[in-house]
């Protein structure tokens, strides 16, 4: 899906597709972000999502699939998630979630979305055009606020938080590759305390940390979107301001009223706006996947 063209030292791999054609002039003003996460497919869930993931194709310019996509990671169960993306024609970004780690095989999890053309940001971010990128990561756990858990003591705590901190590390480098002035942030775990309420406050550590917080702010994310907390809050806002969304698909159901995905509207500068490809440019309709 790439066009070729090198994006200097900060972002040589980051991929980048051209827009499909202009539709309506609304299009001109907006990326629309069409997001969820936890569909959790299991071997008998053939079917039970294509339908609905194929409208997204009408409804947005670009699918970030927030992780836990699988109940255990198996290859069988992947193979049911591309099956359920097989009429997807925008471009689609993913991370994994905990649950996509289960069987010990995210590299057999993340074989089977490459193949399908998902672009994996834990790999590389990726640029749709010249004024909107996208980075992300899986995150972890290890709870908010004066409540994080610290390196301290045993070397199994200082793993667990080091696992957190290197997330935050790819997080960072990710978001710095990126050229574009308006940058997109996906994770699996919550950066952020307010969208886990609603979650027994006991699991709180286990849902998400705000380390991730600290690159969202500084790079001045436009906008994060999360899963995990099925039964947290759909939205909040980092301490800097930027707007987070909990699209667990529960929450994306039961809260944005949505049939599957939550669409999400950024405003780009007109030049920017989804226009005719150009000839020879790979786009959604014809990468090979
Ligand atoms: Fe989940
Ligand atoms: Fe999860």
């Known amino acids: 899906m790439?066009?070729?063209?090198?994006?200097?030292?900060?972002?040589?791999?980051?991929?980048?597709?051209?827009?499909?054609r202009r539709r309506e002039d609304r299009r001109a003003r907006t990326v629309r972000i069409a997001a969820v996460g936890d569909i959790h497919c299991g071997e008998k869930d053939g079917g039970a999502y294509r339908e609905a993931f194929a409208r997204v194709n009408d409804e947005a310019d670009i699918l970030l699939l927030a992780g836990d996509l699988t109940r255990r990671g198996t290859p069988a169960e992947i193979d049911v998630v591309v099956k359920e993306l097989v009429d997807v024609r925008i471009p689609i970004l993913a991370v994994l979630g905990n649950h996509d780690h289960e069987s010990g095989q995210p590299e057999k999890v993340n074989d089977g979305l490459r193949a399908r053309g998902v672009h994996l940001l834990d790999e590389a971010?990726?640029?749709?055009?010249?004024?909107?990128?996208?980075?992300?990561?899986?995150?972890?756990?290890?709870g908010f606020g004066r409540y994080t858990l610290t390196a301290f003591g045993e070397a199994e705590t200082k793993t667990f938080v080091g696992s957190t901190l290197e997330e935050v590390q790819k997080l960072e480098y990710s978001l710095r590759r990126l050229s574009t002035?308006?940058?997109?942030?996906?994770?699996?775990?919550?950066?952020?305390?307010?969208?886990?309420m609603g979650e027994p406050e006991q699991i709180f550590p286990f849902l998400g940390n705000d380390r991730l917080l600290e690159p969202i702010d500084r790079f001045g994310a436009a906008v994060v979107f999360h899963g995990h907390a099925h039964h947290g809050t759909f939205a909040g806002k980092t301490p800097g301001g930027v707007p987070v969304f909990n699209v667990s698909m529960v929450r994306v159901k039961e809260d944005a009223g949505a049939e599957l995905f939550y669409v999400h509207e950024i405003e780009v500068p007109a030049e920017s706006a989804p226009a005719e490809p150009e000839p020879g440019v790979e786009t959604p309709e014809t990468a090979g996947r």
């Open 2 to 20: 790439t066009d070729g063209r090198s994006d200097g030292d900060g972002a040589r791999d980051t991929e980048r597709v051209a827009f499909g």
């Open 125 to 142: 971010p990726f640029e749709l055009n010249e004024h909107v990128g996208f980075a992300g990561v899986k995150g972890f756990m290890g």
């Open 181 to 196: 002035p308006i940058r997109v942030v996906l994770l699996h775990y919550a950066p952020i305390v307010d969208t886990v």
